[in-house]
């Protein structure tokens, strides 16, 4: 990927992040970071709180204790816009295309806090960096593929060239296939450009395969951390999340 598509330099880092939706907290105390040029991946079962989780550090769900900072600067408790002044860029499970709009409209939308005059320049250095968007602008994003809009909601998200990537499960409903090639070039390669990316990953396996470094939600909480080697030699990372047992 080119590094044209970031801006890089920035960390993110979650202190003892608290959240929830009021009443009790879905998330607790969780402490994560991710450095520029990583890839940090969040696993856990459906419930966990990991889509919450990145919520929280965007500013769409409230956060009750604990600290989110993004280069130094304490952006905890600012809305999802200055957020994504700060340099985030979000891309959620959900609701990551306009699927009534064209593609060169999804990334114009995705361009919104830069000057108009810019605009058209910065989509043609995102559809560099995804070739395959370029040859379908005036497609409807509702008539893409799967793997194509993943591809839309990055570069939708790029369009502010931002210095950290949040993906909540950019893989959802992708053939094992298609999955692969989405997290090992394109998840892969944004981090390569310098971004610090923090993805949500139900695939365990193929998110170590591109992780510096994983994080095991269980119950709202941090239950284990570590590189992929040291998951691969747990037990009980192996046996809860992928299925086997350690070979010794």
């Given at each position: 990927m080119s590094?044209?598509?970031?801006?890089a330099g920035l960390s993110l880092r979650a202190a003892g992040v608290t959240a929830g939706y009021g009443g009790d907290p879905v998330i607790r105390n969780v402490t994560v970071h991710a450095e520029p040029g990583e890839v940090v991946?969040?696993?856990?079962?459906?419930?966990?709180?990991?889509?919450?989780?990145?919520?929280?550090?965007?500013?769409?769900?409230?956060?009750?204790?604990?600290?989110?900072t993004v280069g130094g600067t304490d952006v905890t408790h600012w809305a999802p816009e200055e957020v994504a002044r700060a340099g985030v860029g979000y891309v959620p499970q959900v609701d990551?295309?306009?699927?009534?709009?064209?593609v060169r409209e999804n990334l114009e939308m995705g361009g919104y806090l830069l000057p108009s005059r810019d605009v058209r320049a910065r989509i043609d250095e995102v559809t560099a960096i995804f070739p395959?968007?370029?040859?379908?602008?005036?497609?409807?994003?509702?008539?893409?593929?799967?793997g194509e809009r993943k591809m839309l909601?990055?570069?939708?998200?790029?369009m502010l060239r931002p210095s950290v990537f949040l993906l909540d499960e950019p893989t959802a409903n992708l053939a094992p296939a298609i999955a692969r090639t989405l997290l090992e070039e394109h998840v892969r390669g944004l981090a390569g450009s310098g971004a610090a990316v923090l993805v949500v990953e139900q695939r365990a396996r193929a998110a170590l395969a591109i992780s510096s470094r994983t994080y095991v939600l269980a119950g709202g909480e941090v239950r284990m951390e570590g590189t992929p080697a040291e998951l691969l030699a747990s037990p009980a990372?192996?046996?809860?999340?992928l299925g086997g047992t350690v070979t010794r």
């Open positions: 590094a044209e598509g970031v801006s991946s969040l696993v856990g079962a459906n419930g966990s709180g990991k889509s919450t989780f990145l919520k929280s550090l965007v500013g769409v769900v409230r956060v009750t204790a604990g600290t989110v990551d295309v306009f699927p009534p709009l064209t395959r968007l370029g040859a379908m602008l005036s497609r409807p994003a509702g008539k893409l593929s799967g909601a990055m570069g939708r998200v790029l990372f192996v046996e809860s999340f």
